[in-house]
């Protein structure tokens, strides 16, 4: 375990440190504002499942991630329901 | 100085960047997600990652990384390289464990303080390939970025700044996603070069201004 003290080095002291334009730091301080603006424009959908921490491949198609489950069971039952019927069918034969 | 130490060669007190954190890691394609980790992590606690890829020049290799080690307050080094890597001749990296040593040794004959922190992906591993350094603690990261972020939160833990993991992983997701568009306007497809080096890790210290409160 290591203590670390001191503030904080400034964004613009680390930029001349590493040579880096003054314009090249407004470029990165845009291209920041424009992944948290892209970030917050988002879909509901997309931004509520991400923040549940759920899969937002539901969500990408329009569904939300409860209706995506719903759905899959329903799929599921309505499987389950033909091979019931195919069974009974074949005992009735 | 202590007696019985000898002063080490060019020897510049002033030259030391409190602030600053030698990285020693395998630059690899695998590796890539947890790099940006710890660029990001780094700058969550206020800190500046430094590596021996952002000195571009003629000098000889080791000379650069061992002139980063003496500028920097800290190394933290990843050891978890040790399989054989693909391309024939196959062999395992030495440069990792070969780093640790140079900082061990400049925290043991150096008369100001240097601090090392040991990453390895796996538990207990370290203590067959590198059983020197056996009653140090060796942070595990299971080789996923949040676990990286996870090891720094316990390695700096009496850091002044404390951020939160989900803190950090916000720093991550910017880095993450600017990196592709840095990769793109650079005209790069790897991230461990001096210029995409330098932009990420200024990057992830815009972004930490902006979530990690005490650092505003």
Redesign the interface.
């Given at each position: 375990?290591?203590?670390?003290?001191?503030?904080?080095?400034s964004?613009e002291k680390?930029?001349a440190?590493?040579?880096?334009s003054k314009s090249?730091?407004r470029w990165?301080?845009a291209?920041?504002d424009e992944?948290?603006q892209g970030r917050a424009n988002s879909p509901r959908r997309i931004r509520k499942a991400k923040m549940a921490g759920l899969s937002t491949r539901y969500a990408r198609v329009g569904r939300s991630p409860v209706a995506a489950s719903k759905s899959r069971a329903a799929s599921r039952a309505k499987v389950s329901r033909r091979k019931k019927t195919a069974r009974r069918r074949r005992r009735t034969l | 100085m202590k007696p019985g130490r000898r002063r080490a060669p060019n020897y510049k007190p002033s030259g030391v960047d409190p602030r600053a954190l030698f990285i020693n890691i395998p630059y690899d394609d695998d590796f890539e997600p947890l790099y940006l980790a710890l660029i990001a992590g780094l700058c969550g606690f206020g800190l500046t990652p430094r590596a021996t890829l952002e000195i571009p020049g003629s000098q000889r290799r080791l000379d650069r990384i061992f002139r980063l080690i003496r500028t920097c307050r800290y190394s933290f080094h990843d050891i978890s390289r040790v399989e054989l890597d693909l391309n024939r001749p196959r062999t395992p990296r030495f440069n990792m464990p070969f780093e640790l040593g140079l900082a061990v040794a400049w925290a043991r004959t150096a008369d100001r303080p240097h601090g090392w922190v040991v990453f390895e992906a796996k538990r207990h591993r370290q203590q067959k390939s590198l059983s020197d350094i056996n009653g140090t603690e060796i942070y595990i990261h299971g080789a996923r970025p949040v676990g990286v972020l996870r090891a720094l939160t316990n390695a700096l833990e009496k850091s002044r700044h404390r951020p939160t993991v989900q803190q950090l992983q916000g720093i991550y997701r910017d880095v993450r996603a600017a990196a592709v568009r840095i990769k793109r306007d650079l005209a790069t497809k790897s991230l461990y070069d001096t210029r995409p080096f330098r932009e990420l890790v200024t990057l992830a210290q815009l972004s930490a201004r902006r979530r990690v409160a005490s650092l505003r």
């Open positions: 375990m290591i203590h670390v003290g001191g503030g904080f080095p964004v680390t930029a440190t590493f040579g880096i090249r730091v990165l301080t291209l920041l992944i948290e | -």
